[in-house]
């Protein structure tokens, strides 16, 4: 008789892993190289998301091991912690993902990332569809079977203005458990946050092929991190106001 955990949620999740690995696993290769090309040529890499996409965010940004050549843009009526309700309505206004790119002024050679499970609200789509009208490509970290299931809220999605889609392939609802009913277990942010790191992990391997060293963060809990970050800190703080509080 199988047990709970080759059954059940954890093994959901798995599949779920093993379902982003086939739909996006060459996307993820694609993105890092676009990342890549993007920091040599001296870009920024633009990360947005909204609500709980906003977890992604905080992922790409400041992290341990993550890339220093990357900027938050988002306006803090989508952030939920102090006001919910208000994130909801913000994320399907008109106009509040066009103004933060138009704030942010991406060009080229940058690149944007947005991540947004349905990807059917204006914030993102207009997150997505700013940059690209800029000349900036999109990555979309985004599923294709929460997007058909979602109610449509933009005439277009999240997916039609990015030049690469990573198809995290959350089910609608975004709840995993139980099996026959789902209600509880939301799953985007750990199917979300694989993907990056498999983007992340593509990026170090073609990096060590073409001989250069990308801009990571260190952990500031090990020796020595403190100095690689302060390095850090000091190239990109003008491209990147919100690592010190000065934009």
């Known amino acids: 008789m199988p047990d709970a955990a080759s059954s059940g949620f954890p093994a959901r999740v798995r599949a779920l892993l093993d379902d982003l690995d086939s739909a996006s696993g060459g996307a993820a290769g694609d993105a890092a190289a676009?990342?890549?090309?993007?920091?040599?040529?001296?870009?920024?890499?633009?990360?947005?998301?909204?609500?709980h996409s906003l977890a992604m965010v905080f992922e790409t940004f400041y992290r341990a091991g993550g890339l220093a050549a990357v900027r938050p843009i988002w306006d803090p009526a989508v952030f939920p912690l102090d006001h919910a309700l208000r994130s909801t309505r913000a994320e399907r206004?008109?106009?509040?993902?066009?103004?933060?790119?138009?704030?942010?002024?991406?060009?080229p050679p940058d690149?944007?990332?947005?991540?947004?499970?349905?990807?059917?609200?204006?914030?993102p789509v207009e997150v997505a569809q700013e940059c690209e009208a800029r000349g900036v490509p999109v990555v979309a970290v985004t599923s294709a079977r929460a997007s058909r299931g979602a109610a449509a809220r933009a005439d277009t999605t999240l997916a039609d203005h990015a030049a690469i889609v990573l198809d995290t392939c959350v089910p609608p609802g975004d709840v995993l458990h139980p099996a026959?009913?789902?209600r509880t277990a939301a799953v985007s942010t750990v199917l979300a946050a694989y993907a990056w790191a498999r983007v992340l992990a593509d990026l170090d391997d073609l990096a060590a092929a073409r001989?250069?060293?990308?801009?990571?963060?260190?952990?500031?809990?090990v020796p020595g991190g403190d100095e690689v970050n302060a390095a850090l800190l000091e190239r990109y703080r003008h491209r990147v106001p919100e690592l010190t509080g000065e934009g």
Not at 95 to 100: D, E, F, L, Q
Not at 111 to 123: E, K
Not at 211 to 221: D, K
Request: no cysteine.
């Open 211 to 221: 001989g250069v060293e990308p801009p990571r963060w260190t952990s500031a809990n």
């Open 180 to 182: 026959g009913a789902p």
């Open 34 to 51: 676009l990342l890549l090309d993007a920091i040599e040529a001296g870009g920024i890499v633009h990360v947005a998301g909204a609500g």
């Open 111 to 123: 690149v944007a990332v947005v991540f947004s499970t349905s990807g059917r609200n204006p914030y």
């Open 93 to 107: 206004r008109d106009g509040v993902g066009r103004a933060v790119v138009e704030k942010a002024a991406p060009a």
